[in-house]
Nanobody, 125 residues
Framework: QVPLVESGGGSVQAGDSLRLSCAGS????????MGWFRQAPGKEREFVAA????????KYADSVKGRFTISKDNAKNTVYLQMNSLKPEDTAVYYC??????????????????WGQGTQVTVSS
């Protein structure tokens, strides 16, 4: 069973919006901090955003602050990433991840135990 499944990626123009979704099982989602990471061609995977289990704490990469919003629906075991004002440099494969162990929102990959398969976002100018 795949622990996390992303959806919502696609090809858009600069300035457009997309909303990514990530659905998890109760085992991977319950009590976990949820994060989004991305990897552009030829680059290392980087942190994008994360949210606490309660939803009361969030963290964003400087490059997406004010444009992206992370949210979650615990009843649906789903986390979202609303991406507005997209730029060509946002082009990447976006990954959802779950951190079931930490007590605070983390922005480092090694904190996250479960990962989705990724969804491609392409932004053209």
């Amino acid at each position: 069973q795949v622990p996390l499944v992303e959806s919502g990626g696609g090809s858009v123009q600069a300035g457009d919006s997309l909303r990514l979704s990530c659905a998890g099982s109760g085992r991977t989602f319950s009590g976990s901090i949820m994060g989004w990471f991305r990897q552009a061609p030829g680059k290392e995977r980087e942190f994008v955003a994360a949210i606490s289990w309660s939803g009361g704490s969030t963290k964003y990469a400087d490059s997406v602050k004010g444009r992206f919003t992370i949210s979650k629906d615990n009843a649906k075991n789903t986390v979202y990433l609303q991406m507005n004002s997209l730029k060509p440099e946002d082009t990447a494969v976006y990954y959802c991840a779950a951190d079931p162990r930490s007590t605070r929102v983390r922005d480092t990959e090694y904190a996250y135990d479960y990962w989705g398969q990724g969804t491609q976002v392409t932004v053209s100018s």
